[in-house]
């Protein structure tokens, strides 16, 4: 069995080659993504570990030339596959993987800060004049506003249990109740939990039904002062929903990932039209999907998607398969 892992980062190559040794299972490192000018990398390989490219999102010549090469799977390293055309992967018989569960601290972790950086309105102090900090300096603590956790799974949870270990009130909408979190949040319609929250946070994974979640008409129910923590999709957010909600609220948010942003993995950010119009908001913070990244979270992820690869190999199973 021999392995190749696309778009490596310096942080994942000790772990992979780790791996590698202990299973004594060959992986090529790649650092480049898969594209059209690397796919050809692939062959000669019986497993495929990768982030999806944008050219694969697109491009149904991808998965035909990889079962060409004999692929039989296809294991991608995060939660979300939305990068993932299925009805191709099904067509040419490439069973599909993901990392469902790693560290649900590190994602957690860093929303609950954004929560208390908004609280005290500290991202919008970093965009004002230093004769103004301390005139704007003024916060509420935790316990004196609502947190709306949207989506209540291992991340979700572990962000509501923080807060509420804070002193602080949350409020919680989820297609499936916690009966563990129960006891401690307030269940509600998502509509309430929206119109009701001082600080919005959301946990909930990208599908068909919630894209553009938050358009006008949701953003038109919350607090005029009301401010939203995104560590989940961009595309979750109407990105110009939000503009023209943050024309004219007092509010703000903190984006760990924007709308559309897999189209400048490569090139940056700042090349992304969303965040051009959005760093115009002075009542707006940005950090380059970085929400996850943290040693342990990195190991989790390359070591999941590496099992993932060779489960399947190996017995044409893997827990974390995805239906097609």
Not at 119 to 127: L, V
Not at 197 to 225: G, N, R
Not at 232 to 239: E, L, V
Not at 258 to 268: I, N, S
Request: glycine share 6%; proline share 3%; charged share 25%.
């Amino acid at each position: 069995m021999k392995l190749i892992y696309y778009g490596v980062s310096e942080e994942e190559e000790p772990f992979i080659q780790q791996w590698s040794f202990l299973h004594k299972i060959p992986v090529t490192i790649r650092n480049e993504q898969i594209s059209k000018e690397t796919i050809e990398y692939a062959k000669g390989h019986d497993g495929i570990c990768l982030y999806p490219s944008v050219d694969m999102r697109e491009n149904e010549t991808f998965y035909r030339m990889l079962s060409n090469y004999g692929m039989k799977q296809l294991s991608i390293k995060s939660t979300g596959i939305d990068g993932v055309n299925l009805e191709w992967a099904k067509k040419y018989h490439l069973q599909v993987t993901n990392v469902p569960a790693y560290s649900p601290t590190s994602v957690g972790h860093f929303a609950v800060m954004a929560i208390l950086m908004l609280a005290r309105n500290i991202p919008m102090r970093m965009h004002t004049d230093d004769q103004l900090v301390r005139k704007t300096a003024i916060g509420d603590e935790i316990q004196d506003i609502k947190v709306g956790i949207i989506g209540t799974g291992r991340i979700g949870k572990a962000v509501a249990q923080t807060i509420v270990a804070m002193g602080g009130t949350v409020l919680a909408y989820s297609r499936t109740q916690d009966k563990e979190l129960a006891s401690l949040v307030s269940y509600l319609s998502l509509e309430d939990v929206v119109s009701q929250a001082d600080i919005l946070s959301i946990h909930i994974p990208l599908t068909k039904e919630s894209v553009h979640l938050f358009d006008d008409e949701l953003f038109a129910k919350m607090k005029p002062t009301a401010k939203i923590v995104n560590t989940a999709r961009g595309k979750i957010i109407d990105t110009k929903a939000l503009i023209r909600w943050l024309e004219h609220s007092e509010g703000g948010c903190m984006l760990d990932t924007l709308e559309d942003e897999e189209k400048y993995f490569q090139v940056g950010q700042e090349q992304n039209p969303f965040y051009q119009d959005l760093m115009a908001y002075p009542n707006v913070f940005i950090t380059p999907h970085i929400a996850y990244y943290t040693q342990l979270a990195v190991k989790e992820i390359a070591e999941t998607a590496l099992n993932n690869a060779r489960d399947i190999l190996e017995s044409g199973a893997s827990r974390n398969t995805i239906s097609l």
